[in-house]
Nanobody
Framework: QVQLVESGGGSVQAGGSLRLSCAAS????????IGWFRQAPGKEREFVSF????????YYADSVKGRFTISRDNAKNTVFVQMNSLKPEDTGVYYC?????????????????WGQGTQVTVSS
């Protein structure tokens, strides 16, 4: 099993920044990819970004490209997402997820383990 704990959420005004963290524990060696997803009230969960543990390869949703940066600290089994130039439409619960499968994916079905989420609220 792999446990994921997100932190760093909060409330900011539009244009502000937040840094989310996802700390992984347990059988982390069995996972290859960490992804971030978000879910706004009344909407489906949507992909934000992923990073490959071994290579550091990354991928972003078009909606966050150029504003969000995902990174990892392998020694601490932690993944970060730096979110800049935040917009009200970035509001939602942000989840990190871990996948055993190789490569990366934007579909939530690819991921095997999920954290509890952290709330991000961006006001205009």
């Amino acid at each position: 099993q792999v446990q994921l704990v997100e932190s760093g959420g909060g409330s900011v005004q539009a244009g502000g920044s937040l840094r989310l963290s996802c700390a992984a524990s347990g059988r982390t060696f069995s996972t290859n990819t960490i992804g971030w997803f978000r879910q706004a009230p009344g909407k489906e969960r949507e992909f934000v970004s992923f990073i490959i543990w071994s290579t550091g390869g990354t991928y972003y949703a078009d909606s966050v490209k150029g504003r969000f940066t995902i990174s990892r600290d392998n020694a601490k089994n932690t993944v970060f997402v730096q979110m800049n130039s935040l917009k009200p439409e970035d509001t939602g619960v942000y989840y990190c997820a871990a996948a055993r499968g190789l490569g990366g994916a934007t579909s939530a079905k690819f991921y095997d383990y999920w954290g509890q989420g952290t709330q991000v609220t961006v006001s205009s």
